[in-house]
């Protein structure tokens, strides 16, 4: 009845836990990973460009930094995938001097590994040990070009303890910048045991990145992106629910991603755990995607998903970075205008009791009462662990 005022103009969210050294303001909506490569070279300067414009953060997708990236001027959050591509040495393995090397930029913010990637089907023409592009996805090296299908899995680490001895390796390197990772949930076990790995070495990621199965990309294969992983508001309140219960709240920030394009998608988010959002598709509706359904043959009519000069030289990157950073400045504006009328003044008050659901017909149901049914409590793989 009464509506609030939100005080913060820009909502915004500090990532770094207790052994970060470099935390990060980051908008609560920036641009999911895409890979140049999955992308054109101006699609790519654009998105950056805009986050530039809008103050927000830009995930560069497994593909790594590319020079659009860093022409685009935006800030990153650079992705290491199974490929590790731009800290690879030769053998294809992570090489912790490249690494050093390139996490150094000063527009590089955060970094993540991509925990559960599938098995990538994408060629990545790559040199070995070499990080420069020549263009359309390929890495040289002596001149040689070599083709590389991200493996299924990583080979820094093999569980969930060496993940996190991996992740404080990246850490030391980046000399504290915050490091991530992202998943989507498969096995709810292998997550809990994340959580009491994570509360028994008191190793931590800064933050989380959980995408629903309802993610999107034209790399996948068809019947991963029909058929795997939990959907987003199963998968967020599932991890918010086990970070609670482990005590890891205060160290992790909860990032979400899956379909989330308008204020009001922000807010369930938030909701149910998520302290961040990210959009990927809409940031491409941004960038003028037609949805030609062309992403995996490489004519993306509107030079977005193409490595065709014909094509991606009709993207012009000084008109649509202003796009990509409205979208998100009247994201923002609207999600704060739906908080002053249900009367949250800060993020903390979007609770999951205020949001509600119809779940037949003729009754509703709070987020609280479908997605919190009951108190968190481990589960039989717990009992050697002890709890808050
Ligand atoms: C063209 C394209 C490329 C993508 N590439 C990556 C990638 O390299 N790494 C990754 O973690 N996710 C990738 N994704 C998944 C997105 O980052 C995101 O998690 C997923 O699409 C759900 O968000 P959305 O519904 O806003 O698109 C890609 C998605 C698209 C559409």
Known sequence: MFPVHVQAKDLRVTVGGSRCKQPYSASIYNISAMSYGSLSKTAVTALSAGAKLGGFAHNTGEGGVSPFHIEGGGDLIWQIGTGYFGCRDKDGNFSEKLFKEQVAHPHIKNGGDQAV??????????????????????????GTLYTVASPPAHSAFSDQFTMLLYIDKLRVLSDGKPIGIKLCIGNKQEFE?????????????????????????????????????????????????????YGLRDEIKLIAAGKIITGVDIIKAISLGADICYSARGMMFALGCIQALQCDSGRCPVGIATQDKNLYKGLDVADKRVRVANFH??????TIEVMEA??????????????????????????????????????????NYVLN
């Open 117 to 142: 990637s599938g098995s990538q089907a994408r060629a990545r023409r790559y040199t070995a040990g070499c990080q420069e592009y020549t263009g359309d996805r390929s890495y040289t090296q002596g």
């Open 193 to 245: 045991r994340l959580c009491q790995e994570m509360k028994h070495n008191r190793i931590y990621p800064d933050f989380i990145t959980i995408d629903g199965a309802e993610g999107g990309t034209g790399a996948a294969p068809l019947e991963f992106t029909d058929s795997l992983g939990m959907p987003l508001y199963d998968a967020l309140a599932y991890v918010q629910h086990m970070l609670e219960l």
């Open 329 to 334: 400045g009247n994201t923002i504006k609207s």
């Open 342 to 383: 249900c009367g949250f003044a800060s993020l903390q008050d979007i609770t999951p009791d205020k949001i509600f659901r119809r779940v037949e017909q003729g009754q509703t149901k709070s987020f609280k009462d479908i997605y919190f049914p009951k108190k968190p409590s481990p589960s039989s793989i717990s009992k």
